[in-house]
DNA sequence: CCAGTGAGTAGGTTTTCTGGACTCACCATA
DNA sequence: TATGGTGAGTCCAGAAAACCTACTCACTGG
């Protein structure tokens, strides 16, 4: 018998994790997106090896997530920095975030606050761009685009 | 000398990555949403192999994100559900995906369309719960609670 | 009785992570 | 000019995870 064809559904969120799943990626663009965006910085503030962080990062820069800025010439130094695409990661980090602080947190224990220009304390919400409602998993209907991947829940195709 | 402390910057991304962070996790989490919560269903619509599967199912379960519930006696056969905590989780995969589609997919090649009760497409969108404004990078100030952590781009503690 | 299914477990191999030391280029100071 | 320090990595051996294949166990349906 062949081996088992292994082809799992078709889907946006495994391609992104496939860029952006393994450990410590996400913590590098989180470093980076608060502007710390040297190889020290990052070794000393995600926790990762610095042989598995030089992989991270060349995986980053290759998708085109990170770019790599000279900050000093001689002796030549660089500073990782988020491209478009990168802080447009940024929301997934946000609602990381917020589930974090829900669920594992005390209310006065948040290692972080992110002040919103608003002058608020931002608690990032999902909302639906046509209607502005937030979304709520009650909500929603998926329609699998491809043939054969049924989903039993909300919705069929 | 003694060895490096290894203490990363406390975060509750981080926090919330070690709970969900390992592949397939959030695979996982994705079908048990679309109602796919049999173990034969994961392991064909996730790609994992068994035996990882089922310890990511302990861990999910172990961490109140999914619940085991039957749906059969003699023969016991359980279905995984996602819990309260579990569905909070919904907005990250959102996230997830929208980058995806954005970025990884052409625009008639999204493998799956989510339609909200409004009747459009689902583009989700992550706005502020005080002012209601879409969040943008260069809107953000972040505050480290803890000493040390300091940022250098947006904000100073 | 036999084949088939759903939900795992067991074992052995391969891949990845990890921690520590090492390099290389440069600067500062004595 | 030696001496030490920093930033940005690389290299390596041991530990841990992932992978694949096969196997079990409890049924059910013909």
Redesign the pocket.
């Known amino acids: 018998?062949a081996?088992?064809p292994?082809n799992p559904r078709p889907c946006s969120i495994a391609d992104t994790l496939a860029l952006v799943g393994?450990?410590?990626s996400l913590l590098v663009l989180r470093e980076v997106c608060l502007g710390n965006g040297?190889?020290?910085?990052l070794v000393r503030n995600t926790?990762?090896?610095?042989?598995?962080?030089?992989?991270r990062?060349r995986r980053l820069l290759d998708a085109g997530i990170l770019t790599?800025e000279p900050?000093s010439e001689?002796?030549?130094?660089?500073?990782?920095r988020p491209t478009r695409a990168g802080l447009e990661l940024e929301p997934v980090l946000m609602t990381l975030m917020a589930w974090g602080d829900r669920h594992l947190r005390a209310d006065d224990d948040r290692p972080m606050v992110i002040e919103h220009v608003c002058g608020n304390e931002l608690v990032p919400r999902v909302t639906c761009r046509a209607c502005g409602e937030t979304v709520r998993h009650e909500d929603l209907m998926a329609h699998p685009q491809a043939e054969g991947w049924t989903v039993t829940g909300p919705a069929a195709a």
Do not use: S, V
């Open positions: 018998m081996a088992a292994k393994e450990k410590y040297r190889f020290d910085q926790g990762a090896p610095r042989d598995i962080l030089a992989t990062l790599k900050y001689r002796p030549q130094r660089f500073e990782y």
